[in-house]
């Protein structure tokens, strides 16, 4: 669904992304791990498009993505989940929902309501739908923010880092929406700090490390069989046992 090619992004002197290759196929659950200011966000923010690749290819469904354009239609079906959850403050939850279907997709008011309250009913939230988003818990702004992604209809979404904002009782809440959405068979990519997480839901594993994916493998290749020395020194100080 999602290839990236000998992608690499520079910030001045800085290699964030450098000459990375990656596929995500259909269903699959990517999780994407690493220390902090290994490039892990700036890897999935080039997936989406909101960061602009200085080199490399990516193909969505096949099709070479064009940042030279407007690679909105492109990548339409690619939802996004931030990791401060980029609600608009002065609009309810309800609007926050249905502003892009009906700006971007030309959705009539009312399908996009009935939509977004099916969808604010699966992350538990329907009763919120009034509410402004200063109204509402971490936990709860974060499912609204994937309700938000799901009103697209996309075939994959991706998150960048959704629990790290998060109190840690608010945590769970989040990471269970998204475990649901796995069983469903919804195809995504997560960057994360929850180990846990990565080794019950993921199908494969991604360990990043200056700009490169450093080792790449099933949960239990990365988490019991690791080969790298990077890798093996940084579960031993994110892992405790």
């Not at 902090?36 to 999935?44: E, Q, R, V």
């Not at 490399?56 to 990548?75: A, I």
């Not at 290749?221 to 579960?235: A, E, M, V, W």
């Amino acid at each position: 669904m999602i290839n990236a090619v000998h992608i690499s992004k520079h910030f001045g002197a800085v290699k964030a992304v450098d000459d990375v290759s990656l596929h995500i196929q259909k269903g699959e659950v990517i999780c994407i791990i690493g220390p902090s200011g290994s490039g892990k966000s700036t890897l999935i923010r080039c997936l989406h498009g909101l960061e602009t690749p200085d080199s490399g290819e990516l193909y969505v469904n096949g099709e070479k993505v064009d940042f030279s354009k407007d690679s909105t239609r492109q990548l339409a079906h690619v939802g996004f989940v931030f990791q401060l959850f980029n609600l608009f403050p002065h609009k309810t939850v309800l609007e926050n929902l249905t502003l892009g279907p009906i700006k971007a997709g030309g959705v009539p008011q009312a399908q996009a309501e009935e939509t977004a309250h099916k969808l604010l009913k699966r992350v538990g939230l329907d009763d919120k739908a009034q509410s402004y988003p200063a109204q509402l818990s971490g936990g709860q702004k974060q499912r609204v923010a994937i309700a938000r992604a799901l009103c697209q209809s996309p075939e994959v979404i991706l998150f960048d880092e959704p629990t790290s904002a998060l109190d840690p009782e608010m945590i769970g809440e989040v990471l269970n929406v998204m475990k649901e959405l796995a069983d469903e068979g919804m195809t995504l990519a997560v960057v994360t700090h929850e180990m846990g997480f990565a080794r019950k839901v993921a199908s494969r594993v991604l360990f990043v490390d200056g700009g490169k994916i450093i080792e790449e493998g099933t949960p239990d290749q990365i988490f019991d069989h690791p080969q790298s020395d990077r890798l093996k020194l940084f579960l031993s100080q994110v892992i405790h046992i």
